[in-house]
């Protein structure tokens, strides 16, 4: 059975930062495309940040480019998040998502991941 566990949310004051982590377990990710996406309250959930299977390449929503990192661990079977000039338009639920294709190619739709995290919390304060 794969699992994405998500760790790393909480609260924090605007300017702050958080690292959140995903690890995913059932099978190997090394060759697929991972990503973070996020849902605000009354807000659909939207993509945040994608990487490929090697990690080699990344891409952002404009929102969060040049505060947000996204790397990961393929020995691990991990992925990671760095969130720094933490806004309080960031608040919502962080989500992990997997892909189960084997391709060099970066996803940005919700619909090319199968796989998904249970969520975590993100709170900036003003």
């Known amino acids: 059975q794969v699992q994405l566990v998500e760790s790393g949310g909480g609260l924090v004051q605007a300017g702050g930062s958080l690292r959140l982590s995903c690890a995913a377990s059932?099978?190997?990710?090394?060759?697929?495309?991972m990503g973070w996406f996020r849902q605000a309250p009354g807000k659909e959930l939207e993509f945040v940040a994608g990487i490929s299977s090697s990690g080699g390449s990344t891409s952002y929503a404009d929102s969060v480019k040049g505060r947000f990192t996204i790397s990961r661990d393929n020995a691990k079977n991990t992925q990671y998040l760095q969130m720094n000039s933490l806004k309080p338009e960031d608040t919502a639920v962080y989500y992990c998502?997997?892909?189960?294709?084997?391709?060099?190619?970066?996803?940005?739709?919700?619909?090319?991941?199968?796989?998904w995290g249970q969520g975590t919390q993100v709170t900036v304060s003003s």
């Open positions: 998502a997997a892909s189960r294709q084997w391709t060099t190619t970066i996803y940005r739709r919700t619909n090319d991941y199968d796989y």
């Open positions: 059932g099978r190997t990710f090394s060759m697929s495309p």
